[in-house]
């Protein structure tokens, strides 16, 4: 497959409302109140569109998964990996595939987009425009955020905010650990451009492309007051980012003195 496909798009919100359309039709006839399942889904119906390997893909679907749910019993992505010859086999690692891998299982940024969907609780608090907040039964929080996308192809919002006042719980602080995928971080499509585009990546090459693939991790603990965490989130181009808050029990010896550790900041202590 030499050559790629590119394409317009319409905005997320316009694969919302196919999902939807079903139930609509099918009101007030024999079929009304049956499941609705979406058997395929994608932002293009091209398997040789460069879109489906970017980071741009992650954050433009992001609102589809967060909302899909409301709207139909299920939606399937189109597809899982590369493997797909229809139209010939492909001839680079990156050639614009449906997949959420490559075929040699290089993770895409959208793999971590359904990867975080997946850690998210069952209870949703909050649902926005550009983030999901959920619970589980242990009490975690977790909140999906997204920056916008473009379909007109203007350049990426890069520092886009979101701020949110979580409910926690009855504590002093809450541990929070961010993991994010964007054009910076967790983006294997980025550094195989950066590598030269090679059509079939050496060992090695491998090896690097599913390291950078990995979402960039971070972690801090947050104040608690009156039961809530103010987050404030800072989004790059592009990223979609998944907060998770564990409220915090202490457990710390009462002997435990951080000032005899060297190096160790404030922060610790």
């Given at each position: ?216 991790r971070a972690h ?50």
């Amino acid at each position: 497959m030499p050559f790629g496909v590119h394409q317009t798009l319409r905005p997320a919100s316009d694969l919302l409302e196919q999902f939807a359309m079903p139930r609509r039709q099918l009101a007030g006839s024999a079929l009304d109140g049956l499941p609705v399942h979406i058997t395929e889904f994608n932002s293009s119906y091209r398997p040789d569109n460069p879109i489906h390997d970017t980071a741009f893909n992650a954050a433009y679907l992001a609102p589809v998964l967060a909302a899909g749910g409301e709207v139909a019993d299920s939606f399937s992505y189109w597809t899982f990996s590369d493997m797909f010859e229809e139209v010939g086999i492909p001839t680079s690692l990156f050639h614009g595939g449906f997949g959420l891998l490559t075929h040699r299982q290089v993770k895409k940024p959208t793999y971590h987009l359904y990867a975080f969907m997946a850690r998210m609780g069952d209870q949703v608090l909050a649902r926005g425009d550009g983030h999901l907040v959920t619970r589980d039964g242990a009490g975690r929080v977790s909140v999906l955020a997204w920056a916008p996308v473009d379909v007109t192809g203007a350049a990426p919002v890069d520092g886009h905010s979101v701020r949110l006042s979580i409910p926690i719980g009855e504590v002093a602080s809450a541990f929070m650990l961010r993991s994010s995928v964007s054009e910076e971080h967790g983006n294997a499509w980025a550094a195989w451009c950066e590598m030269g585009r090679p059509r079939s990546p050496r060992p090695r090459e491998l090896d690097v492309l599913r390291e950078a693939a990995e979402p960039v991790r971070a972690h801090r603990s947050l104040p608690v007051a009156g039961g809530r965490v103010d987050l404030d989130l800072t989004l790059g181009r592009h990223e979609v980012t998944l907060v998770e808050l564990t409220p915090v029990v202490d457990e710390t010896p009462p002997w435990w003195d951080a000032g005899r550790l060297l190096g160790l900041g404030e922060e610790r202590r």
